[in-house]
C-alpha cells in the first residue's frame, strides 16, 4: 500500500521560511516523480513543484519561481519543499503526491498524501 506522509506546516508570518517533508513507502520511490501542488480555501488545487524521477530535472510554478526549491533524497523516500520569502498568498494546504516515471499531466499523479496546512500571516 502506498502512503504519503507530509509533514512541517504551520503558521509563520511574511517573509519566513518553511521546510515541508513528505515520506514514501510502499513504492519504488526511484522510478516515481514526485511533486508538490497546493489548495488555497475556495480555489482548485494548483502545481507548485516537481521533481523528475531521475532527480536532475526540476519544474516550478511561476508563482514561486526563486523562492521555493524542491528536492529528494531516494536513499530516504522523502522528497522536500523549502519554502522562502514566504507570502501570505502561498497560504494552502500542500500536497506531496507521486506519478510513476514521467508524468503528462496531473492526472498522470495516482498517489497523493493527507496534505499540511500552510499559513502565512501578513
Known amino acids: 500500500q502506498v502512503q504519503l506522509v507530509e509533514s512541517g506546516g504551520g503558521l509563520v508570518q511574511a517573509g519566513d521560511s518553511l521546510r515541508l517533508s513528505c515520506a514514501a513507502s510502499?513504492?519504488?520511490?526511484?522510478?516515481?516523480?514526485m511533486g508538490w501542488f497546493r489548495q488555497a480555501p475556495g480555489k482548485d488545487r494548483e502545481f507548485v513543484a516537481a521533481?523528475?524521477?531521475?532527480?536532475?530535472?526540476?519544474d516550478y510554478a511561476d508563482s514561486v519561481k526563486g523562492r521555493f526549491t524542491i528536492s529528494r533524497d531516494n536513499s530516504k523516500n522523502a522528497v522536500y519543499l523549502q519554502m522562502n520569502t514566504l507570502k501570505p498568498e502561498d497560504t494552502a494546504v500542500y500536497y506531496c503526491?507521486?506519478?510513476?516515471?514521467?508524468?503528462?499531466?496531473?492526472?498522470?499523479?495516482?498517489?497523493w498524501g493527507q496534505g499540511t496546512q500552510v499559513t502565512v500571516s501578513s
Open positions: 503526491a507521486a506519478a510513476y516515471m514521467t508524468p503528462v499531466t496531473t492526472r498522470d499523479y495516482a498517489y
Open positions: 521533481i523528475r524521477w531521475g532527480g536532475g530535472i526540476t
Open positions: 510502499g513504492l519504488t520511490f526511484s522510478r516515481h516523480t
